[in-house]
């Protein structure tokens, strides 16, 4: 692979259930973020990691965790989905978190709680 | 919400020239991206500004103005292909990005 790739592509999940969405880069990027984009709204920051083994909180990050065990890789679970969650949602990755440095997105995954 | 705006939509037509400008509020400020994103695809990057001034980079210029809070991205020589949603987002000081809502660009024949 190359770049940045998100599974699944698309879920419709109950309220109630637990959901991880899978995100893996082959870019050595450092940095890593997951957002969600809603109709009307900008793309709001859940969670970013800086480096592996360190996380952090974005605007957005009640009912949402992660976890960076390694560089490559950065899911985002939500540990009891709610239909307020229902949205589309962006992994991306860059060299190094700040500064020009340029965000590559993965393809999204569009998640439904009903 | 973010204190970053743009307009919801605009048109324009094949060949011509178009401005999409964006307005933000900060107290921290590490730059202004400008990103291209195509309905139901993800957004890829398009420009950096964080000095005053006009970058050009092909079809696509992008200005920035600090002291105003203002920045603009240019497109000339409009294509069918640039039909999309142009996102303006500026780095705070915590170096995370704050995303306007996107702009809808319509090109018609």
């Known amino acids: 692979i190359a770049g940045i790739t998100q599974a699944p592509t698309s879920q419709i999940l109950a309220a109630g259930r637990r959901m991880t969405l899978r995100c893996t880069q082959d870019?050595?990027?450092?940095?890593m973020y997951w957002y969600r984009q809603d109709l009307g709204l900008g793309l709001r920051l859940i969670h970013y990691?800086?480096?592996?083994?360190?996380?952090g909180k974005g605007e957005v990050p009640d009912g949402y965790s992660v976890s960076r065990a390694n560089t490559d890789d950065f899911p985002l679970t939500l540990a009891s989905a709610v239909p307020s969650q229902t949205s589309v949602y962006f992994c991306?990755?860059?060299?190094?978190?700040?500064?020009?440095?340029?965000?590559?997105f993965g393809p999204g995954t569009r998640l439904t709680v009903l | 919400g973010q204190n970053i705006d743009q307009p919801t939509e605009m048109t324009a037509t094949e060949g011509a020239i178009v401005q999409i400008n964006c307005t933000y509020q900060?107290?921290?400020?590490?730059?202004l991206f400008w990103y291209q994103q195509h309905a139901g695809e993800a957004p890829t990057f398009l420009s950096y500004?964080?000095l005053d001034g006009l970058e050009e980079k092909g079809r696509f210029s992008s200005f920035l103005s600090r002291s105003k809070g203002y920045s603009y991205l240019l497109l000339k020589e409009l294509q069918m292909k640039d039909s999309a949603s142009y996102l303006c987002?500026?780095?705070?000081?915590?170096?995370?990005?704050?995303w306007g809502a996107g702009t809808k660009l319509i090109i018609k024949p």
């Open positions: 991306a990755s860059s060299s190094e978190g700040g500064g020009n440095n340029e965000q590559f």
């Open positions: 870019m050595r990027h450092n940095a």
């Open positions: 990691s800086n480096t592996a083994g360190t996380t």
């Open positions: 900060t107290s921290g400020f590490n730059g």
């Open positions: 500004n964080v």
């Open positions: 987002a500026y780095m705070d000081s915590n170096y995370q990005l704050i």
